[in-house]
């Protein structure tokens, strides 16, 4: 299994990126997907997710802006992203095959399997 980042970058405030995701050994439709980010210096944090029925979920920081979306035929996960703030800038990385790690106080804690080695985005005011 291999996932693949491209698309990374350096934009103005107010610019526009997409990220692509290439994904090998695995099937883009059977899996749960997702996009995270870390910012430096800072915790990693999930940006954006899709399920193999099509239905996603954004971080309140981006929704509205960015728009995650999968290409099955070609095995491949994007993130558009639009409207991009300095606070936008980190290291953008892809997730595929979410699975429960733990619970705490009841809740479900889940992780990924599969990571791509991340693409930088940089965003300057």
């Known amino acids: 299994v291999q996932l693949v980042e491209s698309g990374g970058g350096s934009v103005q405030s107010g610019g526009s990126l997409r990220l692509s995701c290439s994904a090998s050994?695995?099937?883009?439709?059977?899996?749960?997907w997702a996009w995270f980010r870390q910012p430096p210096g800072k915790e990693r944090e999930r940006v954006a997710t899709?399920?193999?029925?099509?239905?996603?979920t954004y971080a309140a920081s981006v929704k509205g802006r960015f728009t995650i979306s999968q290409d099955n035929a070609k095995n491949t996960l994007y993130l558009r992203m639009n409207s991009l703030k300095p606070e936008d800038t980190a290291m953008y990385y892809c997730?595929?095959?979410?699975?429960?790690?733990?619970?705490?106080?009841?809740?479900?804690?889940?992780?990924?399997?599969?990571w791509g080695q991340g693409t930088q985005v940089t965003v300057s005011s």
């Open positions: 997730a595929a095959d979410r699975f429960i790690a733990y619970y705490k106080s009841g809740s479900p804690v889940y992780e990924y399997r599969h």
């Open positions: 050994g695995i099937p883009n439709s059977k899996y749960f």
């Open positions: 899709i399920d193999s029925d099509g239905g996603t």
